[in-house]
């Protein structure tokens, strides 16, 4: 396979949108009504029937119209790679509700987060996010949009005037004080902080300028694949913690519009 072309990203954004529409249509219909879940890996950590029939459609879709392709989901509905194989050529990484636990309970922001990987570096995504009515694409080169309309990173210079975001790993009864202890460094020095519980949104809200920055650890490939390239093509930021290039493997996610990216590193590094 060979590195693809702005024709082809526009094509395949194409397609990631229709795809993400129809799965966000099926998570809308169930947003309101009563659920029934459990817990995987953590009893923090739920999965719906409505996350396994979303990603079910996702997996559906990719495999007719890309069969050579790889594909990463969080549930592992349909997943074609062997260990890290995922990082060679092209890889659709999805979460198809991303923010489960506020889909339990009936809350609106949820995200369903098609990113779209080449060789394990992001190079196009959607983030569609039914319960706002709201699509936010991006595509390598193309810019990042919300709704079809161009979006761009906010201009908030310093950390001192910044709303920021953040999550809470799936361990945060284990290492509550771990994660408190950021929380309150960044809450002495911005404006204030705000926690969404989707980390796909988290990133596309610093792509609209919603928030100037955002930080985690311990994020999944399949939460952050769309986002990171929906910040990087709104003029945004998006590395480890210490500045260095980010991992989708890694453990550590900062990003921001670039302006107080230094300084929030400086913090998360201390």
């Known amino acids: 396979m060979t590195a693809p072309t702005p024709s082809d990203l526009k094509?395949?954004?194409?397609?990631?949108?229709?795809t993400g529409r129809a799965a966000g249509q099926l998570i809308r219909e169930k947003l309101r009504e009563q659920k029934t879940f459990?817990?995987?890996?953590?009893?923090?950590?739920?999965v719906t029937e409505t996350d396994l029939a979303a990603e079910r459609l996702i997996v559906a879709a990719i495999g007719k119209s890309f069969p050579g392709h790889s594909i990463l989901g969080e549930e592992g509905t349909g997943d074609r790679h062997s260990g890290a194989g995922y990082q060679s050529g092209y890889c659709w990484v999805i979460d198809p509700i991303d923010g489960t636990t506020n889909f339990a309970h009936g809350h609106p922001i949820v995200g369903c987060s098609i990113?779209?990987?080449w060789n394990g570096e992001p190079v196009a995504g959607c983030v569609n996010c039914p319960g706002l009515n709201e699509e936010f694409l991006a595509a390598k080169g193309l810019g990042a949009t919300l709704n079809g309309e161009p979006i761009r990173v906010s201009g908030v210079p310093t950390l001192s005037r910044s709303l920021l975001a953040t999550g809470l790993p799936y361990?945060?009864?284990?290492?509550?004080?771990?994660?408190?202890?950021?929380w309150k460094k960044f809450l002495m020095v911005s404006h204030e902080i705000r926690r969404l519980g989707s980390a796909s949104i988290d990133l596309c809200w610093v792509a609209a300028g919603r928030v100037d920055g955002y930080w985690e650890e311990n994020l999944k490939p399949w939460?952050?694949?769309?986002g990171i390239i929906i910040v990087r093509e709104a003029g945004g930021m998006v590395t480890g913690?210490?500045?260095e290039p980010h991992d989708l493997n890694g453990r550590e996610t900062l990003a921001t519009n670039g302006l107080i990216?230094?300084?929030?590193?400086?913090?998360?590094?201390?």
């Open 171 to 182: 361990d945060r009864r284990e290492r509550a004080d771990h994660y408190l202890a950021r």
């Open 38 to 46: 459990r817990s995987k890996s953590a009893e923090t950590d739920l």
């Open 115 to 117: 990113g779209l990987t």
């Open 11 to 18: 094509h395949y954004l194409a397609f990631a949108s229709e």
């Open 261 to 270: 990216h230094s300084e929030m590193s400086a913090l998360l590094k201390g």
């Open 241 to 243: 913690f210490a500045g």
């Open 223 to 226: 939460d952050i694949a769309a």
